[in-house]
């Protein structure tokens, strides 16, 4: 370790999606940008192990707007950044039981003409698997599509380097403190100095800031489980939409010709590296195969993952109240990769204090929805 000290306009922590983007946004504003990972490799924790569907149709309101303001960067063509298209059509089916009809009926509401409403015999053309009698209704999202989360955030990374950001890996953060008028960053290389520090920690975003002696948000990081299996004998299931049950206990997505499975399950958990639980396990593979015709003799691969929230489920991003050049970008819980390009021009723009984008304006996102400082979340911290 060397006590040379490297200096920067913008330091951001954390080179999963939320932090590549927001720092490869950053640099193409013309700020000197340093981002650090305190992994080997970036994107290792959730990122690295997201499965992620883009859809309009999923999230809390301001999710919905930040995805479609994002549509057209996952829409854009191939370019010297990436050399393939971001998504690939695949569809999002929301069933319901009998019992579960309220449900849909609200979502439908709130979707108004964004899904088609299907009936049994409707719902089986699209998912031959699916036990005859399980659902009473779904809803389709004809525009889900599958998103390449290794090309976005490749390419995201690509962005901040040929705008001569810098990233650094095995670069954990030791120390955070005020120095003068910006911020000391010691990690287990040489130290940074910048006038901004961008909290983009994911599951540790709290722990970041309770070093740099400001307050927490209260973000709670939960663990997801994901199980691969086989496909039934004599089904090709490449054709097949994500299927989702509408009170999100359960999904299942095809993936490269097998099945991604998953609970659903939102267990707190610290931060750490997530490993995936018997029970969870056992839990996913009962609901799996409550709904469909699925025999599940051996699972190829299972692994977990921390998607984090905040109380209100909305992402935080903007100024901390109570210190001076520290950003948060944090709280995206499941929703991190879909809205990305947008949720990181927003934050470049909030950061270096310029105006957010019109497109993202257009689509009723602002400032005040995602602040720190926000009503909504500062009344759920103080009765949790």
Same mark, same amino acid.
């Given at each position: 370790m060397?006590?040379e000290?490297?200096?920067?306009?913008?330091?951001?922590? $954390?080179?999963?999606?939320?932090?590549?983007?927001?720092?490869?946004?950053?640099?193409?504003l $013309?700020?000197?940008?340093?981002?650090?990972?305190?992994?080997d490799? *970036?994107?290792?924790?959730?990122t690295?192990?997201?499965?992620?569907l =883009?859809?309009?149709?999923?999230?809390?309101p301001?999710?919905?707007? !930040?995805?479609?303001a994002?549509?057209?960067?996952?829409?854009?063509?191939?370019?010297?950044?990436?050399p393939?298209?971001?998504?690939?059509?695949r569809g999002?089916? =929301?069933?319901?039981?009998?019992?579960?009809?309220?449900?849909?009926?609200? !979502?439908?509401?709130?979707?108004?003409?964004?899904?088609?409403?299907?009936?049994?015999?409707?719902?089986?053309?699209?998912?031959?698997?699916?036990?005859?009698d399980?659902?009473?209704?779904?809803?389709?999202?004809h525009?889900?599509?599958?998103?390449?989360?290794?090309? @976005?955030?490749?390419?995201?990374?690509?962005?901040?380097?040929?705008?001569?950001?810098t990233?650094?890996?095995?670069?954990?953060?030791?120390?955070?403190?005020?120095?003068?008028?910006d911020w000391?960053?010691?990690?287990?290389?040489?130290?940074?100095r910048a006038?901004?520090?961008?909290?983009?920690?994911?599951?540790?975003?709290?722990?970041?800031?309770i070093?740099?002696?400001?307050?927490?948000v209260? !973000?709670? %990081?939960?663990?997801?489980?994901?199980?691969?299996?086989?496909?039934?004998?004599?089904?090709?299931?490449?054709?097949w939409?994500?299927?989702?049950?509408?009170?999100?206990?359960?999904?299942?997505k095809?993936?490269?010709?097998?099945?991604?499975?998953?609970?659903?399950?939102?267990?707190?958990? *610290? %931060?750490?590296?997530?490993?995936?639980?018997?029970?969870?396990?056992?839990?996913?593979?009962?609901?799996?195969?409550?709904?469909?015709?699925l025999?599940?003799?051996r699972?190829?691969?299972?692994?977990?993952?921390?998607?984090?929230?905040?109380?209100d489920?909305? %992402?935080?991003?903007? =100024?901390?109240?109570?210190a001076?050049?520290?950003?948060w @970008?944090?709280?995206q819980?499941?929703? $991190?990769?879909?809205s990305?390009?947008?949720?990181a021009?927003m934050t470049?723009?909030?950061a270096?204090?310029r %105006?957010?984008?019109?497109?993202?304006?257009?689509?009723?996102?602002?400032?005040d929805?995602?602040?720190?400082?926000?009503?909504?979340?500062?009344l759920?911290i103080?009765?949790?």
């Open positions: 060397t006590n000290v490297e200096s920067c306009d913008v330091a951001v922590i $954390g080179a999963g999606i939320a932090g590549a983007s927001a720092a490869a946004e950053i640099a193409a $013309g700020a000197r940008v340093v981002l650090l990972e305190r992994e490799q *970036p994107g290792y924790h959730t690295g192990r997201s499965a992620a =883009f859809t309009r149709t999923y999230g809390p301001v999710i919905r707007a !930040l995805s479609r994002s549509e057209s960067a996952f829409n854009a063509p191939p370019d010297q950044w990436r393939h298209p971001l998504l690939r059509p999002a089916m =929301f069933i319901a039981r009998a019992d579960q009809l309220t449900a849909l009926d609200a !979502l439908a509401t709130e979707l108004q003409d964004g899904a088609e409403r299907l009936d049994r015999g409707a719902i089986s053309h699209h998912l031959p698997i699916l036990r005859p399980y659902a009473a209704a779904a809803l389709f999202d525009a889900a599509a599958d998103i390449d989360v290794d090309a @976005l955030h490749r390419q995201y990374l690509r962005l901040l380097s040929a705008n001569g950001g990233l650094r890996t095995r670069a954990e953060v030791r120390a955070l403190s005020k120095d003068g008028a000391r960053i010691d990690t287990h290389a040489a130290p940074i006038a901004i520090v961008v909290n983009a920690a994911g599951a540790w975003a709290d722990t970041v800031a070093m740099a002696g400001v307050a927490p209260g !973000l709670v %990081p939960k663990r997801r489980t994901a199980l691969l299996v086989a496909a039934p004998a004599g089904h090709a299931p490449d054709a939409p994500m299927t989702v049950d509408i009170d999100e206990q359960f999904y299942l095809p993936d490269a010709g097998n099945l991604l499975l998953s609970p659903a399950d939102e267990t707190p958990s *610290p %931060p750490c590296d997530a490993q995936p639980e018997e029970l969870d396990i056992a839990i996913c593979i009962d609901r799996i195969q409550t709904a469909f015709d025999p599940v003799p699972i190829a691969h299972r692994w977990a993952g921390l998607r984090s929230f905040v109380a489920k909305c %992402p935080v991003v903007g =100024f901390a109240p109570d001076r050049g520290f950003f @970008l944090a709280g819980g499941g929703y $991190g990769i879909q990305a390009p947008a949720l021009r470049a723009a909030l270096l204090d %105006p957010i984008p019109g497109d993202i304006q257009a689509e009723g996102v602002c400032a929805a995602l602040m720190p400082g926000r009503p909504s979340l500062h759920a103080a009765t949790t």
